[in-house]
């Protein structure tokens, strides 16, 4: 997602430098593909996370962002993420202008824990940023209950290669993709009881898990699946390389967030050719009303 922001930057002609912290998991390649450059820097700490420690206790300042921007010298700073402030913090030291762009809910979606509500914590972002975006209405809702005139929501179309996309293809066996990271907000646990219901139990049905998660994660996916009798109708992949490998293997895409940000699934998907199931809950609502 950050790749295709900063392509589209660079296509309007916008010099950008990406500072991410090392390491940088295949993402400077990418990005150089993308037209940036890339300052890598020391890994620096959330002030979110999911252990309820106090933001007092952790570093939330980083004096090599704040050198590799000052370097630099850019017009404006941006944050694409609400989990690290280092940037917003950076600029208001060097009295740069600073644009926050909210991509998650954060608590919803991956159990963080926030320093404060999320109310008080979009008045703090707020505080910290010339300009406020969000990646849809439902993100601006949860930390700007009520609405602001002063937080816009830009949502980033997923830019797809027709080479990197498969043919619709038909299963020996009917089979549905969950396509996301192994958090518990996204759902995986509901998708695997739903196919161990009475209705679908008996049915000849498969269940693909696509992504990425913690041994933790896994080991419970799996024990359910088990106590549930379905773990031989469920296959985990595990993280793959393309979107083929991803999408050819499946009929339909199940999107089992039950508070998605916005999510780029459902494009990929439909590109794809699949026919996509989601809940009617955080931004996937807003999807039907953007041209695909």
Not at 5 to 26: K, R
Not at 70 to 79: E, F, K, R, S, W
Request: with cysteine; glycine share 8%.
């Amino acid at each position: 997602s950050h790749v295709e922001s900063a392509e589209a930057l660079v296509t309007l002609g916008c010099l950008v430098q990406t500072i991410i912290p090392q390491p940088d998991l295949g993402l400077v390649a990418e990005l150089k593909r993308a037209g940036s450059s890339i300052v890598l820097v020391d890994p620096y700490a959330w002030w979110v996370d999911k252990s309820g420690t106090e933001m007092s206790t952790r570093n939330i300042v980083s004096s090599q962002v704040r050198d590799a921007i000052a370097t630099v010298n850019p017009d404006v700073v941006l944050t694409e993420t609400l989990t690290v402030p280092q940037g917003a913090f950076a600029a208001a030291s060097l009295d740069k202008p600073h644009v926050w762009w909210i991509r998650e809910f954060g608590d919803l979606d991956y159990d963080f824990r926030f320093p404060e509500s999320p109310a008080d914590l979009g008045r703090l972002i707020s505080s910290l940023s010339d300009l406020v975006l969000t990646m849809s209405e439902a993100v601006k809702q949860h930390f700007f209950p009520g609405g602001s005139d002063a937080v816009h929501v830009l949502r980033l179309k997923p830019q797809l290669p027709a080479g990197d996309l498969p043919r619709r293809g038909q299963q020996d066996v009917p089979t549905i993709g969950v396509v996301a990271s192994l958090a518990p907000g996204k759902g995986h646990a509901d998708a695997i009881r739903a196919i161990a219901h009475p209705l679908l139990k008996d049915t000849p049905l498969r269940l693909r898990v696509i992504g990425h998660g913690s041994d933790e994660q896994k080991t419970s996916l799996h024990q359910l699946a088990q106590e549930l009798g379905v773990d031989e109708r469920i296959d985990f992949t595990g993280s793959l390389s393309s979107r083929a490998e991803v999408y050819g293997p499946v009929d339909i895409v199940a999107v089992t967030s039950r508070a998605e940000a916005y999510g780029r699934v459902p494009f990929e998907a439909t590109a794809a050719g699949r026919p996509v199931i989601y809940s009617a809950s955080g931004g996937m609502v807003e999807l039907s009303l953007i041209h695909i």
